[in-house]
């Protein structure tokens, strides 16, 4: 298991803060200088790092996991 967060990072192009469309460990928010948003959930570590080590896929919603065997 994993907790994770909602965040935002600044983004250089707009000027400002976005929120980001993936959640992420604290560690790897911190990795990109992120600022944590909500409070954390705890999901099945399988759902991590398809795509980036310590964040979920893009809209993933932790609160109904998709039921089919993600990441093995």
Excluded at 16 to 27: L, N, P
Excluded at 52 to 71: E, L, N, S, V
């Amino acid at each position: 298991m994993a907790t994770v967060f909602r965040f935002c990072t600044w983004d250089i192009t707009n000027d400002c803060y976005q929120d980001s469309k993936r959640w992420a460990t604290k560690e790897a928010i911190r990795r990109v200088m992120g600022e944590i948003i909500s409070e954390g959930v705890e999901i099945d570590e399988r759902f991590l790092g398809g795509e980036i080590p310590g964040m979920t896929a893009r809209r993933f919603d932790p609160h109904h996991p998709p039921r089919r065997d993600f990441g093995r």
